[in-house]
């Protein structure tokens, strides 16, 4: 590890962080060679977290949240006992979900991404090489970060 640039580390550790998220900090710095305190900041400063956990909850099961969420609504609007309307909050609320829902419908999210990327790269390792794969995967995570 000690002939690959401070930009390589980063982008290995990175890599760790995202595809195994058993793995402790501690182990990252050691398998890198840099300390714990630069895994730390990379970490906070990339919101590799925050990528992580979006990776983790993939568009079916959100699908399935919103889906749940507007049949609950709606549910509760249909018991009311003096109004079988919504309300103009329960209105705005309705609207949000649709368009969320349609949204992540019509739109690839970052966790299928990811998931193709990881593919992808397992394929150019495969057959093209270890070498390849990191300059493909230097590319990929350019492009994950365009689309944050």
């Known amino acids: 590890m000690t002939n690959l640039t401070i930009e390589q580390k980063k982008d290995y550790a990175k890599q760790l962080f995202l595809n195994d998220p058993g793995i402790t900090q501690a182990e990252i710095a050691e398998k890198v060679g840099v300390s714990k305190v630069t895994i730390c900041k990379w970490v906070k400063d990339g919101k590799w977290q925050e990528l992580q956990a979006s990776l983790l909850i993939g568009k079916e099961e959100?699908?399935?949240?919103?889906?749940k969420q507007l049949r609950l609504l709606n549910d509760a609007i249909e018991n009311k006992e003096d109004q079988k309307f919504a309300t103009s909050k329960e209105a705005d609320a309705i609207l949000k979900l649709t368009v969320a829902i349609k949204n992540l419908e019509t739109e690839t999210n970052i966790a299928e991404k990811m998931a193709t990327g990881k593919e992808f790269l397992a394929f150019v390792r495969k057959t093209s090489g270890f070498e390849l794969s990191k300059d493909v995967a230097k590319l990929f995570n350019a492009y994950i970060k365009s689309c944050l």
Do not use: V
């Open 62 to 67: 959100q699908l399935a949240r919103l889906y």
